[in-house]
């Protein structure tokens, strides 16, 4: 079975395990692991920020990435289909009494226009502000799309002037990185603050960070504890991040490409296909799935219409060719 559900599937490589085997480790909520630290140091200096956290889940990383701009009853403009507004279970309401607005782009790109006129500023106690924006990169609902690096920039412009902030939600901002050739240090750049995951493209089994400023990293510390994010020996889950810096990410275009591959068997422009994820208009959707999996390849439907397709650190090029022409003669 080939499996294109999600490149969170993939398995440590046996190098990987390795590494986690030798981790040296201490109590991390006492800040005394060296693995952890390590790893920490060495993402927040490859964005240009002053400190990370570790932290378990992809999803606490951007709820107290964005709680930390963000106060109770203010709100965190994004797109429609941000991974914060649908795929965090209204986690951000929940525990950090944000509220949320959305502009829609089919490609999840920032529309400067439409954020400009959205934009609430402070007009004392009648209106909700907005405290932050929230973009994605690449954007997971939209097929992996890439936001251009000049958007962001400018979106960081029209922040300051308007005295708010940024959050990037960095989840697969290594395949943008890879894509494009913009050093991560310039998507840094853009952000007051960012989470970045491990635990996709990268293969590594658990992880994620939460980037920002020293003391933004040391009150987030104290709420990933409240929110029983405190961890203990765990530098054996750090030590496979580190690794997979090592190793998994330039190997990240190989992912690319097999996804072109995989589009074209499915009647979708190649062309349109950013990174490792491909979005297949079905109106036949589950139908589709089950055929598919018959044929022996995994995919998952994400809409009512509509498929997706996810390469990633174990899929090879004999996989993808092999899940091609299963789906195209589908």
Known sequence: MIDLRSDTLT???????????????????YGEDPTVLALEERVAELFGHEAALFMPTGSMANVLAVRA????????????????ARAELGAHAA?????????????????????????APDLG?????????????????????????EDLRDLRELATAAGATVHVDGARIWNAHVATGTPLAEYGAVADVMAVCLSKGLGAPVGSLT????????????????????????????AAGLHALDHHVERLADDHAHARLLAEACGVDPEGVDT???VV??????????????????????????????????????????????????
């Open 11 to 29: 398995r440590p490589t046996e190098a990987m395990r390795r590494a986690m085997a030798r981790a040296e480790v201490g109590d991390d909520v």
């Open 69 to 84: 701009l963000v106060q109770p009853g203010q709100e965190v403009l994004c797109e429609a289909s941000a991974h914060i």
């Open 95 to 119: 525990y950090s009494g944000i509220t949320m607005r959305t502009w829609f782009h089919p490609r999840g790109q920032v529309d400067l226009p439409m954020v400009r006129q959205m934009f």
């Open 125 to 149: 106690p009648f209106f909700v502000r907005t405290a932050a924006l929230s973009v994605e990169c690449t954007h997971n609902f939209a097929g992996g799309a890439v936001l251009p690096i």
């Open 211 to 238: 980037l920002g400023s020293a003391d933004v990293i040391a009150e987030t510390r104290v709420w990933r504890k409240r929110m029983g994010g405190g961890m203990r020996q765990v530098g054996v889950l750090a």
């Open 276 to 278: 490792n994820i491909v």
């Open 281 to 330: 208009p079905r109106s036949d959707a589950p139908d589709f799935v089950a055929r598919a999996a018959d044929a022996g390849v995994r995919v998952s439907m994400v809409g009512p219409t509509t498929v997706r397709l996810v390469t990633h650190l174990d899929v090879t090029r004999e996989d993808a060719e092999k899940a091609a022409a299963a789906l195209s003669a589908l």
